[in-house]
């Protein structure tokens, strides 16, 4: 099995398969390169099944990998590259390259999003300080210690009920900056069903990495 091993200060070994099934083990500094192959040999069952999940979900996403198309709220829409002009219509998105891609997203729709979150805000009465828009490559959303809160623009290609549980999670780390029992007890509150929803969200994670 292929994997790469990063050392750090820490106590425990972690194993991550990524959306597009790299491995990573996490382990101690000084771990040996025999325990970490007999550690990942027991939990391969574990890796198998995850790389299996990973696997039919690219396929069943071939389309957007390649860049034919492109999620809109989740739908899917024809994606043109090479374009003299850079607009979305009924018709499919049009860009230049795929580095148009993201100021495309954010002209069409940061600013409702924007909206919904402080109605949202304003509903639960989850104060933030200020919001930004970003590109990242491994996350949907991000609190500071400041309250200052942080979206990838990507998220406006998932369907609006994931689009509202990721604007919860984030606004509910206003009020408990962890992950603790108490944090989830805050997200279910207003998102009885976030179990079932942050379970989809991980079908759309291959989207962090692409444009």
Request: glycine residues 4%.
């Amino acid at each position: 099995m292929k994997y790469e091993i990063v050392y750090s200060k820490r106590g425990s070994l972690s194993i991550t398969v990524s959306a597009d099934n790299k491995v990573t083990l996490r382990c101690p500094i000084g771990y040996s390169r025999e325990r970490a192959d007999r550690f990942l040999s027991e939990k391969s069952a574990w890796i198998n099944r995850t790389v299996a999940r990973n696997e039919k979900r690219l396929v069943a996403n071939s389309e957007i990998i390649s860049y034919e198309k492109i999620l809109i709220n989740g739908v899917r829409f024809p994606l043109y590259i090479g374009c003299s002009i850079r607009e979305i219509t009924n018709n499919g998105v049009f860009v230049k390259s795929i580095n148009d891609i993201k100021r495309l997203f954010t002209d069409a729709f940061a600013a409702i999003f924007i909206e919904r979150l402080k109605e949202i805000s304003r509903r639960t009465g989850l104060n933030f300080r200020s919001v930004q828009i970003k590109g990242y490559k491994s996350r949907w959303g991000c609190c500071d210690g400041a309250n200052n809160l942080s979206f990838n623009y990507k998220l406006f290609m998932l369907p609006n009920h994931i689009q509202y549980y990721i604007i919860i999670h984030e606004l509910c780390h206003t009020a408990q900056h962890n992950h603790s029992e108490s944090f989830w007890r805050l997200v279910e509150k207003f998102a009885p069903d976030y179990r079932r929803v942050k379970k989809e969200l991980r079908g759309y994670d291959f989207l962090t990495s692409l444009y």
